[in-house]
Every structure is written in structure tokens, then in C-alpha cells.
Nanobody, 114 residues
Framework: VQLVESGGGLVQAGGSLRLSCEAS????????MAWYRQAPGKQRELVAH????????NYVDSVKGRFTISRDNAKNTMYLQMNSLKPEDTAVYYC????????WGQGTQVTVYS
């Protein structure tokens, strides 16, 4: 299992970022995939998930209307467009399957300042 997240950064509240997840050595095209995040001192939470064909998408209430998850199965890549970012979105963001694999990537840090 190889999961490589990228696209994080430091952004002012109200700004946007687009995260990418490149997956390899997994059956990406047939798995429901998700973005997770872990803020300092908190448990990892599932932020959004997308079915294998992209037809079913769900978000945690705190990001609804602001984040958009998508995937490109031809590229084994998943994305998370994050708009109207808030300081409480600050976390390390990870991609994985649902249910998740035991192995996690390094994640990508998102820091939102007010």
C-alpha cells in the first residue's frame, strides 16, 4: 500500500487549498476512498468519502458546502478541494480507503490562520 498526500500549506482563513492523493499497490478503482484528518490532541476523523465510481459522496457536517471530494480512477488519484477554510480545519490530512488500510501515508499539513 502506497498513499502519497500533497497540496497542504499555510493559508489565511477564507482561503482555499486543493489536496491530492496518489495511490499505488492498492485496488484503488474498486474501493471507496476517503480523506481523514487529525488535529493536534484529537483523534483522527473521517472528513469525506467517495464511492468507487464517484456516485456516492458524503461529508462530515463541519465541512459540508466548503469541501469537495473527487477522484480520477484512470490516474489512481483522489482530490479534496477545500474552500472557505477556517482555523478549525487545521490538521494533518490523510487519504485512505473505507474501511482504512492498516498503512497510512505521511499526510499533508494544512494550517489555517485567522
Amino acid at each position: 500500500v502506497q498513499l502519497v498526500e500533497s497540496g497542504g500549506g499555510l493559508v489565511q482563513a477564507g482561503g482555499s487549498l486543493r489536496l491530492s492523493c496518489e495511490a499505488s499497490e492498492i485496488p484503488f478503482r474498486i474501493r471507496t476512498m476517503a480523506w481523514y484528518r487529525q488535529a493536534p490532541g484529537k483523534q483522527r476523523e473521517l472528513v469525506a468519502h467517495i464511492s468507487s465510481g464517484g456516485g456516492t459522496i458524503n461529508y462530515v457536517d463541519s465541512v459540508k458546502g466548503r469541501f469537495t471530494i473527487s477522484r480520477d480512477n484512470a490516474k489512481n488519484t483522489m482530490y479534496l478541494q477545500m474552500n472557505s477554510l477556517k482555523p478549525e480545519d487545521t490538521a494533518v490530512y490523510y487519504c485512505n480507503a473505507v474501511p482504512h488500510f492498516g498503512h497510512w501515508g505521511q499526510g499533508t499539513q494544512v494550517t489555517v490562520y485567522s
